[in-house]
């Protein structure tokens, strides 16, 4: 068993979403560059991963936690905490960076809440959700999950998942891919006009990507391991066993 405790874990994943909020909402309000705005999201989450989702599998998002439940790769009782320290990273993120503008440079971008971009319909946006966040958890578990992927750089790979994600989408739905990241501001702002879009949009994506990664992608390294082949892999990773503590719990396994 994993000997990282919950509470640190938590801290973790209540750390993401506060940074993801606060730069890229900064971004947001500061710049109005879509580039910057691109840039400012991928880091927050990429750099977060690499700083430190050894410690907590890196998830920073409700919509891979979900993701995550579903495919059995954590307990639905540590997911569902994790979802409610994100959701609250979320909003403390969204009160830091609003206590650092005025009312006029807030209100003019409305605090950076996802909404749907001009000319476009409310199924547009739900569209773009979930294929914005199937991209994103399929980069997650081809570069953090899976055994055979080079762990050392999953925090690029995902931060430049997200930076492309919102270049490509963000002018359709804002291209949140994290309910988190709806969470935030929506609730400082108390906009809540659609807010199935940024839940399940991204929940639905998560969940297609999951399932094809994890029971196809993943069957033949599944089924090596379980039938303990020598010279193979012989368990399948979750997202936190290239961990200093995963792997320390893997070798206990293995003994």
Known sequence: MDRTGLAQKLIVEFIGPFALCFAGIGAIMLTGDIVAIAFAHGLAIGLTVMAAGHISGGHLNPAVTVAM????????ATGGAYIVAQLLGGLAGTLAIRATVNDEI?????????????GFSNGNALVMEAILTFFLVFSIFGSAV??????????LVIGLTITMDILAGGGVSGAAMN???WFGPAVVQTEFAALWIWIAGPIAGALVAAFIYNDVLLKDVR????????????EVQDVTASTPSGAAAARRRRK
């Open 223 to 234: 089924a090596t391991a379980a039938a303990g082949v020598p010279g193979e892999v012989h």
């Open 69 to 76: 439940i579903a495919t059995r790769r954590i307990d639905g």
């Open 106 to 118: 807030a209100n003019a971008v409305s605090l950076g809440v996802p909404a749907v971009g001009a």
């Open 179 to 181: 309910p988190a990241r």
């Open 146 to 155: 899976d055994p055979r992927s080079s762990k050392s750089i999953a925090g």
